[in-house]
């Protein structure tokens, strides 16, 4: 259930019954022969029955939490593995049966409010520049990060103390100042070739500072782990099947219901997200279309009370290298990192040692998400 977003006249919405991720193993069963054959070859699905015995004191209380007592007595587990690159998520429709949308709450405003004037707010002044100075957009610019991730590692400031209020346009241009800033750690540094983008929004999403802020990085030597293992991920792939992963796995979430174009960006709400919401773009070539993307995905995320999340964008390295890379997409992966208003981590030791545990439905996401892409 959900209900219209912001301007729009509220109303309940239900996602139909044949449309969610508990109903994935049949919508699977019912594609295509060379779509369920594609689907089988990126994705294991695996079902689970968890039974419980309330005492008839809870039965109350149940049915205002989480709706009838018997699908909470009986509930349907899904357990999604990617098998390419391991990656895995399991799903309970009592965590995924509600998604709540809303406006931002009291509390949060007032401390985004109450840090107005922090550093960031007067960057030239109380924030250190790179030694080959700073970089210049049209909404922000960069400084040098004073406990650096990496030995390039730039934080790319907003102009726009307010994170929830940056525009689709500063989004864009935060993108284009942060790979102009790459570009000059190039000139200095020409064996740093991997670059990292990221934003992380607000605290709950390990942001240390309030004001709206993204990152980047250069890396020598060898790209970052994940990043690395994505790139084998997809060679071993091309190596068996004689295909293309990104491809075929864009083609597997289209086949679903759960994917999108915007231009010759494609996007979809992930089977197996590494936390709530999580989305991908995929474009062959970094640059506007793809930020706008982005920015449009983040537009969503507000829609449905998604203010805190964490993006990152994956690229191939600068410049030539010994790996290969071919095949390897420009790619924006985006989750979100619950209610900033909970203090909370949303993140146990399932997610850090075993497998994923998520709250939302890839096809509910996938239906909200749209709405802001096409």
């Known amino acids: 259930m959900y209900t219209?977003?912001?301007g729009k006249k509220e109303r309940e919405i239900f996602l139909p019954e044949e449309r969610t991720i508990t109903a994935l193993p049949r919508l699977v069963a019912?594609?295509?022969?060379?779509?369920?054959?594609?689907?089988?070859?990126?994705?294991q699905v695996n079902t689970s029955a968890g039974r419980i015995h309330p005492p008839p004191e809870m039965e109350e209380w149940i049915k205002k939490r989480f709706g009838p007592a018997d699908q909470v007595k009986n509930q349907e587990i899904v357990r999604v593995t990617n098998l390419i690159t391991l990656e895995g998520a399991l799903f309970n429709r009592l965590r995924a049966a509600r998604p709540v949308e809303g406006k931002i709450a009291g509390p949060v405003r007032e401390e985004i409010v109450r840090t107005q004037g922090d550093p960031f707010c007067h960057?030239?002044?109380q924030t250190p520049a790179d030694t080959f100075g700073r970089v210049r957009g049209k909404y922000c610019l960069t400084a040098s990060n004073l406990a650096k991730y990496d030995g390039y590692h730039a934080v790319?400031?907003?102009?726009?103390?307010?994170?929830?209020?940056?525009?689709?346009e500063e989004m864009v241009d935060a993108f284009v100042t942060?790979?102009?800033?790459a570009d000059l750690v190039r000139e200095e540094d020409p064996a740093a070739k991997y670059y990292f983008f990221l934003w992380n929004c607000l605290w709950t999403s390990g942001a240390s500072i309030i004001h709206g802020h993204a990152q980047a990085t250069v890396a020598r030597e060898m790209h970052y782990p994940k990043v690395e293992a994505l790139r084998r991920a997809m060679v071993a792939y091309r190596g068996k099947y004689r295909s293309g992963y990104f491809e075929d796995l864009?083609?597997?979430h289209e086949a679903l219901g759960l994917a999108w174009r915007l231009g010759a960006v494609k996007g979809f709400a992930y089977l197996t997200p590494v936390k709530e919401k999580e989305v991908f773009l995929l474009a062959e070539e970094p640059g506007p279309?793809?930020?706008?993307?982005?920015?449009?995905v983040v537009e969503g995320y507000r829609a449905i009370s998604s203010w805190s999340f964490n993006l990152a964008l994956l690229l191939p390295p600068l410049d030539k290298t010994a790996e290969d890379w071919g095949g390897f997409p420009a790619i924006i992966r985006i989750v979100d990192r619950g209610d900033p208003a909970l203090r909370k981590s949303d993140v146990g030791a399932m997610e850090l040692f075993a497998a994923s545990v998520i709250a939302s439905d890839p096809f509910w996401v996938a239906e909200k998400i749209k709405r802001y892409q096409l």
């Not at 019912?30 to 994705?43: T, Y």
């Not at 790319?156 to 689709?168: D, G, K």
């Not at 942060?178 to 800033?181: E, I, K, N, V």
């Open 30 to 43: 019912g594609l295509a022969g060379e779509d369920r054959e594609l689907f089988g070859r990126i994705f």
């Open 156 to 168: 790319i400031i907003f102009a726009e103390h307010n994170p929830l209020a940056v525009s689709r």
């Open 250 to 252: 864009y083609r597997v």
């Open 289 to 296: 279309e793809l930020y706008e993307a982005a920015a449009r």
């Open 4 to 6: 219209a977003g912001p």
């Open 178 to 181: 942060a790979r102009r800033w």
């Open 123 to 125: 960057p030239e002044e």
